[in-house]
C-alpha cells in the first residue's frame, strides 16, 4: 500500500499518547450555562432573540439571509441571560448569547430527512439550516463549500483524517469510535458533489483504516477508499493533502476545487450525518483537552458555547502552576489565550495548556542562515529571505520569496535553532501588504469616480 | 494575567507556533566540533605536539578575540555558541603544523574580527572565517607557511621540538603532491594513493586524511547539519573537469582516471567541500542556489589547480564564491502553486 507524502514539513512529538486511548465523554459546563458566538463562520449574524426568552436545543437564535452565512442555534434549552461581547478565540471580543439551562432538555430539531433522495439543493439547504461549518479551525459554511461554481468539476472529495497537529486526538476517537457516521457523512457529501471520496489516514492511525474499509464494503460504497498519507505535519493542510493524494498542486490563490478537490474534515462529516439522520443542528462539538499541565487529558464532547474555565474541575483539572500558554487549538496552528474564559465554537477542535518544558519562552538570536526553514517549508518558499526582505522593508522582495503564499503553517519557525519568530513575522508582512493592496484598490477607485 | 481557573500564575501570549524542535546554535556548532574531533586527534598523531599547540592556540586566540572585539564594540557576548570555536579549530586545521604560534593569533585574529565581527558577526559575514583568516596568512607570510610543511616521515621525532621555531624543524619545501603534479614530477603508485587516502603524509593539520573527513561528511550529512547539495556539486565538477581536462590532454582513460584520484586524495578539496562550502552565512540558502555554489567552487578549484600560478585551488574557490552567494539566493525553488500544471488550471478556472 502506497503511503501518500510530499516535500518539506516536519516531524514534531506527536505527544497524541496523553489522550489517544481516552474515550469521546460528555460534558457540560458547571455554570449551566452557555455563551455562543453569534458568528462563528460566514458573514456576520443577527441575533433572533432578546435577554429573557425562552430557548430551546435546536432553535436558531442568530443568522444572516447572506448566501455565505452559516445560522447559529441554542446548544441547550434554557432562557437568554445576556447578550454582549465576550472573549473568544483569537483573544477577540465579538457578540455572543448567553444561554442559562434550565435542564429540561428539551430539542427543536428538524424532521429527518433521506440525503440520497432529497436532491441537491434540499440537501444543501440542510446542511446551511443546521449551521454546519467546517470543524477543523477555518470555519468556512460548508454548504458554500459543497456548491462550486458550476465551471468547477469536482473529482474527489478528501476526507481530511490526518489530525496531523500535535497533542489533538479527537478526530482519531470520532473515527474510531463511530466509523459508521464518518463513512455515511462523507458519502452525503459525495453523493452532494457528485465525486469520489478518499479518507486521507496519517500512518499513525493505520489501525483505523480496516474499521473504515469494513465500513465501506457493509455499505456497498464503491467509489470510497482509505489511503495512507505519511505522519508529517503538516500534512492536514489542504494543500499538501491534495499534492500527496491526488498529485496535483492547488494554483497560486485558488481553492482546492481549481484542482477538482474538496476537502472536508471529520467532525464536520458527522455534523452533516447528524443534520440529515436526526435533523440535528451543529450544537455540540467534540474537542481534545490535552497537554502537560493537563492533570488527566481527554475527549469532550460539550455543547457549543460552552466556556472552556466551566469544564474544570468537573471534566478535567490542571496542575498546580504548571500552565504557562492556554492554546485555543493544538500548539503548531493554535491561538493562545489569556485566559480559560473563553466559549468552545464550532471550529475549536481542542484545548492545549502547554507548561514551561513543552513551549518556547525563549528569545530571538541572530540567525545563522543555516536554511532549515527553507528544508522544512511545505509551500517550498524561503523563509530566512522573506525576514530579510522584511526587515528591509522591501515588499516586493518579500512577495518574490514567498511571503503571501505562506500557508502560516509554522514549520520555519518550529525548526529555526535561533528561535527567530519567522511565520509570526510573516503575519505581520502580509497584513502590511494587503493593507497596502486595499489603499490602492481605494485610490483606484477614486481616482475612477473623480473621471 | 492570573486565572484562577487555570490554576496558574503567568500565562504568556504570542503568535503560533508554540512547539519548537528545539535545536540551538550551540548544539550545531558542537556537533560540528565532534565531527572535526578526528581529524584534530589524527593531526596531532602524524604531526606531533606542535600540531596540538597550533590548534590550541587557534581556538583559544579566536574565541579571546570574539569576546574582546564583543566586549569592544558593546555586543551580546555570545562565545558560548561555540561558533568562535568552531572557526578557530578549522583555521588550525587547514594550516601547517609548523606556523609559528603568533602567526596563528594573528590569523585568528584576522578570521574571527575582520572576516566576522566587523560584517556584523555569526550569520553576517560574507567571506568564510577561517578561510579568511588562512589566505591573510598565506598573503602576508607566504615564505614560512607555503615552504614548511613538516614530513612525518622524516625521521625527526615530532615530540622533542614543539615548541621550537619553523627554521629548525625538518621541513620538506613543496612537499606536497600539488606542486609535484603541477610541475610534473609526481609519480603514483597504489601504495601512494592508500598513504594518502589514510592520510599518513606531508600537509595541513586535518587535510590529510581523506578517510576521516569522508567519516566526518557522512556524521554532519546523519545529523542534518550540513545539506549534501553544495558539497556533492563542488566535488563532482572536479572530478568530471580533471578527467575531461585529462583526457583531452593525455589521450588516455586511465591517466585520467588517475589525475581524478588524486585531486580527490590531494589538497584540501574534500575537507574544503565537508566544512568550508557547507559554512551557514557564507553559503546561499536555496538549493538552487547551493547546487550553483558547489558547481562554481568545484570550476574554479579546477582552474586554479590547472592553470592558476597556485598548486591548490580550494580555499580561493571557495572565497570568490562567497562573494557571489548572496545573489545566488535569488535561485529558488518553485513555490507551491506555481507548477506548470497548476498554472494550467488557474487558467481553465478563470
Same mark, same amino acid.
Given at each position: 500500500?502506497?503511503?501518500?507524502?510530499?516535500?518539506?514539513? !516536519?516531524?514534531?512529538?506527536?505527544?497524541?499518547?496523553?489522550?489517544?486511548?481516552?474515550?469521546?465523554?460528555?460534558?457540560?459546563?458547571?455554570?449551566?450555562?452557555?455563551?455562543?458566538?453569534?458568528?462563528?463562520?460566514? =458573514?456576520?449574524?443577527?441575533?433572533?432573540?432578546?435577554?429573557?426568552?425562552?430557548?430551546?436545543?435546536?432553535?436558531? %437564535?442568530?443568522?444572516?439571509?447572506?448566501?455565505?452565512?452559516?445560522?447559529?442555534?441554542?446548544?441547550?434549552?434554557?432562557?437568554?441571560?445576556?447578550?454582549?461581547?465576550?472573549?473568544?478565540?483569537?483573544?477577540?471580543?465579538?457578540?455572543?448569547?448567553?444561554?442559562?439551562?434550565?435542564?429540561?432538555?428539551?430539542?427543536?430539531?428538524?424532521?429527518?430527512?433521506?440525503?440520497?433522495?432529497?436532491?441537491?439543493?434540499? =440537501?444543501?439547504?440542510?446542511?446551511?439550516?443546521?449551521?454546519?461549518?467546517?470543524?477543523?479551525?477555518?470555519?468556512?459554511?460548508?454548504?458554500?463549500?459543497?456548491?462550486?461554481?458550476?465551471?468547477?468539476?469536482?473529482?474527489?472529495?478528501?476526507?481530511?483524517?490526518?489530525?496531523?497537529?500535535?497533542?489533538?486526538?479527537?478526530?482519531?476517537?470520532?473515527?474510531?469510535?463511530?466509523?459508521?457516521?464518518?463513512?455515511?457523512?462523507?458519502?452525503?457529501?459525495?453523493? !452532494?458533489?457528485?465525486?469520489?471520496?478518499?479518507?486521507?489516514?496519517?500512518?499513525?492511525?493505520?489501525?483505523?483504516?480496516?474499521?473504515?474499509?469494513?465500513?465501506?464494503?457493509?455499505?456497498?460504497?464503491?467509489?470510497?477508499?482509505?489511503?495512507?498519507?505519511?505522519?508529517?505535519?503538516?500534512?492536514?493542510?489542504?494543500?499538501?493533502?491534495?499534492?500527496? %493524494? $491526488?498529485?496535483?498542486?492547488?494554483?497560486?490563490?485558488?481553492?482546492?476545487?481549481?484542482?477538482?478537490?474538496?476537502?472536508?474534515?471529520?467532525?464536520?462529516?458527522?455534523?452533516?450525518?447528524?443534520?440529515?439522520?436526526?435533523?440535528?443542528?451543529?450544537?455540540?462539538?467534540?474537542?481534545?483537552?490535552?497537554?502537560?499541565?493537563?492533570?488527566?487529558?481527554?475527549?469532550?464532547?460539550?455543547?457549543?458555547?460552552?466556556?472552556?474555565?466551566?469544564?474544570?474541575?468537573?471534566?478535567?483539572?490542571?496542575?498546580?502552576?504548571? +500552565?504557562?500558554? !492556554?492554546?485555543?487549538?493544538?500548539?503548531?496552528?493554535?491561538?493562545?489565550?489569556?485566559?480559560?474564559?473563553?466559549?468552545?465554537?464550532?471550529?475549536?477542535?481542542? !484545548?492545549?495548556?502547554?507548561?514551561?518544558?513543552?513551549?518556547?519562552?525563549?528569545?530571538?538570536?541572530?540567525?545563522?542562515?543555516?536554511?532549515?526553514?527553507?528544508?522544512?517549508?511545505?509551500?517550498?518558499?524561503?523563509?530566512?529571505?522573506?525576514?530579510?526582505?522584511?526587515?528591509?522593508?522591501?515588499?516586493?522582495?518579500?512577495?518574490?520569496?514567498?511571503?503571501?503564499?505562506? %500557508?502560516?503553517?509554522?514549520?520555519?519557525?518550529?525548526?529555526?535553532?535561533?528561535?527567530?519568530?519567522?511565520?509570526?513575522?510573516?503575519?505581520?508582512?502580509?497584513?502590511?501588504?494587503?493593507?497596502?493592496?486595499?489603499?490602492?484598490?481605494?485610490?483606484?477607485?477614486?481616482?475612477?469616480?473623480?473621471? | 494575567?492570573?486565572?484562577?481557573?487555570?490554576?496558574?500564575?503567568?500565562?504568556?501570549?504570542?503568535?503560533?507556533?508554540?512547539?519548537?524542535?528545539?535545536?540551538?546554535?550551540?548544539?550545531?556548532?558542537?556537533?560540528?566540533?565532534?565531527?572535526?574531533?578526528?581529524?584534530?586527534?589524527?593531526?596531532?598523531?602524524?604531526?606531533?605536539?606542535?600540531?596540538?599547540?597550533?590548534?590550541?592556540?587557534?581556538?583559544?586566540? =579566536?574565541?579571546?578575540?570574539?569576546? $574582546?572585539?564583543?566586549? %569592544?564594540?558593546?555586543?551580546?557576548?555570545?562565545?558560548?555558541?561555540?561558533?568562535?570555536?568552531?572557526?578557530?579549530?578549522?583555521?588550525?586545521?587547514?594550516?601547517?603544523?609548523?606556523?609559528?604560534?603568533?602567526?596563528?593569533?594573528?590569523?585568528?585574529?584576522?578570521?574571527?574580527?575582520?572576516?566576522?565581527?566587523?560584517?556584523?558577526?555569526?550569520?553576517?559575514?560574507?567571506?568564510?572565517?577561517?578561510?579568511?583568516?588562512?589566505?591573510?596568512?598565506?598573503?602576508?607570510?607566504?615564505?614560512?607557511?607555503?615552504?614548511?610543511?613538516?614530513?612525518?616521515?622524516?625521521?625527526?621525532?615530532?615530540?622533542?621540538?614543539?615548541?621550537?621555531?619553523?627554521?629548525?624543524?625538518?621541513?620538506?619545501?613543496?612537499?606536497?603532491?600539488?606542486?609535484?603534479?603541477?610541475?610534473?614530477?609526481?609519480?603514483?603508485?597504489?601504495?601512494?594513493?592508500?598513504?594518502?587516502?589514510?592520510?599518513?603524509?606531508?600537509?595541513?593539520?586535518?587535510?590529510?586524511?581523506?578517510?576521516?573527513?569522508?567519516?566526518?561528511?557522512?556524521?554532519?550529512?546523519?545529523?542534518?547539519?550540513?545539506?549534501?547539495?553544495?558539497?556533492?556539486?563542488?566535488?563532482?565538477?572536479?572530478?568530471?573537469?580533471?578527467?575531461?581536462?585529462?583526457?583531452?590532454? +593525455?589521450?588516455?582513460?586511465?591517466?585520467?582516471? +588517475?589525475?581524478?584520484?588524486?585531486?580527490?586524495?590531494?589538497?584540501?578539496?574534500?575537507?574544503?567541500?565537508?566544512?568550508?562550502?557547507?559554512?551557514?552565512?557564507?553559503?546561499?540558502?536555496?538549493?538552487?542556489?547551493?547546487?550553483?555554489?558547489?558547481?562554481?567552487?568545484?570550476?574554479?578549484?579546477?582552474?586554479?589547480?590547472?592553470?592558476?600560478?597556485?598548486?591548490?585551488?580550494?580555499?580561493?574557490?571557495? $572565497?570568490?564564491?562567497?562573494?557571489?552567494?548572496?545573489?545566488?539566493?535569488?535561485?529558488?525553488?518553485?513555490?507551491?502553486?506555481?507548477?506548470?500544471?497548476?498554472?494550467? $488550471?488557474?487558467?481553465?478556472?478563470?
Amino acid at each position: 500500500m502506497k503511503t501518500h507524502t510530499f516535500k518539506g514539513g !516536519i516531524y514534531p512529538q506527536e505527544m497524541k499518547e496523553l489522550s489517544k486511548d481516552c474515550a469521546i465523554v460528555d460534558a457540560f459546563p458547571s455554570t449551566k450555562t452557555v455563551t455562543i458566538p453569534v458568528t462563528m463562520g460566514g =458573514a456576520p449574524n443577527t441575533p433572533l432573540v432578546k435577554v429573557g426568552d425562552v430557548v430551546k436545543r435546536g432553535q436558531v %437564535i442568530a443568522k444572516s439571509d447572506k448566501f455565505m452565512s452559516a445560522p447559529v442555534h441554542a446548544s441547550v434549552s434554557g432562557k437568554v441571560k445576556k447578550i454582549q461581547s465576550c472573549l473568544v478565540t483569537g483573544n477577540m471580543e465579538v457578540p455572543c448569547i448567553t444561554i442559562e439551562a434550565d435542564g429540561s432538555n428539551e430539542t427543536e430539531y428538524m424532521p429527518v430527512l433521506d440525503p440520497f433522495t432529497c436532491g441537491k439543493q434540499a =440537501a444543501l439547504d440542510r446542511i446551511r439550516d443546521a449551521g454546519i461549518v467546517g470543524m477543523g479551525g477555518a470555519s468556512f459554511p460548508t454548504h458554500v463549500k459543497l456548491n462550486p461554481p458550476a465551471d468547477k468539476k469536482i473529482n474527489y472529495v478528501l476526507l481530511n483524517a490526518a489530525e496531523c497537529e500535535p497533542y489533538l486526538t479527537v478526530d482519531e476517537r470520532t473515527l474510531l469510535e463511530t466509523p459508521e457516521k464518518v463513512v455515511d457523512g462523507l458519502n452525503i457529501v459525495m453523493n !452532494i458533489v457528485g465525486a469520489e471520496g478518499i479518507i486521507a489516514l496519517e500512518t499513525n492511525k493505520d489501525y483505523i483504516k480496516p474499521l473504515l474499509e469494513n465500513e465501506i464494503q457493509k455499505n456497498n460504497i464503491k467509489n470510497m477508499s482509505v489511503a495512507l498519507c505519511k505522519t508529517k505535519y503538516p500534512q492536514g493542510c489542504e494543500k499538501n493533502i491534495v499534492d500527496a %493524494i $491526488l498529485g496535483i498542486e492547488i494554483p497560486a490563490g485558488g481553492l482546492p476545487a481549481d484542482a477538482g478537490a474538496i476537502i472536508t474534515n471529520v467532525g464536520t462529516v458527522c455534523a452533516i450525518s447528524d443534520a440529515f439522520r436526526k435533523g440535528m443542528p451543529l450544537v455540540d462539538r467534540a474537542l481534545t483537552i490535552s497537554g502537560g499541565a493537563v492533570e488527566k487529558p481527554c475527549n469532550l464532547r460539550v455543547p457549543v458555547g460552552t466556556i472552556v474555565g466551566d469544564l474544570i474541575p468537573d471534566a478535567f483539572t490542571l496542575k498546580q502552576d504548571a +500552565t504557562v500558554k !492556554i492554546v485555543s487549538g493544538g500548539p503548531m496552528m493554535g491561538f493562545a489565550m489569556t485566559n480559560t474564559q473563553f466559549p468552545v465554537a464550532k471550529g475549536t477542535s481542542g !484545548i492545549t495548556f502547554l507548561t514551561k518544558e513543552e513551549t518556547y519562552l525563549v528569545d530571538e538570536s541572530q540567525c545563522i542562515s543555516c536554511g532549515r526553514c527553507v528544508e522544512a517549508c511545505p509551500m517550498h518558499l524561503t523563509p530566512v529571505m522573506i525576514v530579510r526582505e522584511l526587515k528591509a522593508e522591501n515588499l516586493a522582495g518579500a512577495k518574490k520569496f514567498g511571503l503571501m503564499d505562506c %500557508i502560516e503553517c509554522g514549520c520555519c519557525s518550529y525548526v529555526c535553532p535561533s528561535n527567530v519568530r519567522l511565520v509570526q513575522r510573516f503575519r505581520i508582512g502580509k497584513g502590511i501588504v494587503r493593507a497596502k493592496m486595499a489603499e490602492e484598490r481605494a485610490k483606484a477607485s477614486a481616482a475612477g469616480v473623480s473621471k | 494575567m492570573t486565572d484562577t481557573k487555570a490554576n496558574t500564575k503567568e500565562i504568556y501570549l504570542s503568535s503560533s507556533p508554540h512547539f519548537t524542535f528545539g535545536s540551538s546554535t550551540q548544539w550545531i556548532m558542537a556537533t560540528v566540533l565532534i565531527a572535526l574531533l578526528p581529524e584534530c586527534i589524527y593531526g596531532v598523531i602524524v604531526f606531533g605536539l606542535r600540531a596540538l599547540v597550533t590548534i590550541i592556540a587557534s581556538v583559544v586566540s =579566536a574565541v579571546f578575540f570574539e569576546y $574582546l572585539f564583543q566586549k %569592544i564594540t558593546k555586543r551580546e557576548v555570545v562565545v558560548s555558541n561555540l561558533s568562535a570555536a568552531v572557526t578557530g579549530v578549522l583555521l588550525a586545521l587547514v594550516i601547517p603544523s609548523t606556523t609559528p604560534v603568533w602567526m596563528v593569533v594573528i590569523g585568528a585574529l584576522v578570521a574571527v574580527v575582520i572576516a566576522k565581527g566587523l560584517f556584523g558577526g555569526i550569520g553576517s559575514n560574507t567571506f568564510n572565517p577561517a578561510l579568511t583568516g588562512r589566505a591573510f596568512m598565506f598573503m602576508s607570510f607566504s615564505a614560512i607557511m607555503g615552504a614548511s610543511w613538516f614530513n612525518p616521515e622524516s625521521g625527526v621525532s615530532k615530540w622533542s621540538y614543539a615548541l621550537t621555531g619553523a627554521s629548525n624543524v625538518d621541513a620538506v619545501s613543496s612537499a606536497t603532491i600539488l606542486s609535484q603534479i603541477e610541475s610534473g614530477t609526481a609519480s603514483i603508485d597504489g601504495a601512494t594513493m592508500l598513504q594518502y587516502f589514510v592520510g599518513n603524509r606531508a600537509g595541513c593539520i586535518g587535510e590529510t586524511s581523506i578517510m576521516l573527513i569522508l567519516l566526518s561528511f557522512i556524521f554532519l550529512l546523519v545529523t542534518k547539519v550540513i545539506d549534501w547539495r553544495a558539497p556533492v556539486t563542488m566535488v563532482g565538477t572536479v572530478i568530471v573537469a580533471t578527467f575531461v581536462s585529462s583526457v583531452i590532454s +593525455t589521450g588516455s582513460a586511465s591517466i585520467a582516471a +588517475t589525475d581524478v584520484i588524486m585531486a580527490l586524495l590531494t589538497g584540501g578539496l574534500l575537507f574544503g567541500a565537508t566544512f568550508m562550502v557547507t559554512d551557514y552565512a557564507t553559503a546561499p540558502v536555496t538549493k538552487p542556489g547551493r547546487l550553483v555554489f558547489g558547481f562554481g567552487c568545484g570550476l574554479i578549484t579546477f582552474l586554479i589547480r590547472r592553470f592558476g600560478g597556485y598548486p591548490e585551488g580550494v580555499m580561493f574557490s571557495i $572565497l570568490i564564491m562567497n562573494a557571489v552567494a548572496p545573489f545566488l539566493n535569488n535561485l529558488t525553488s518553485r513555490k507551491y502553486g506555481y507548477g506548470k500544471k497548476a498554472m494550467q $488550471l488557474k487558467k481553465e478556472g478563470k
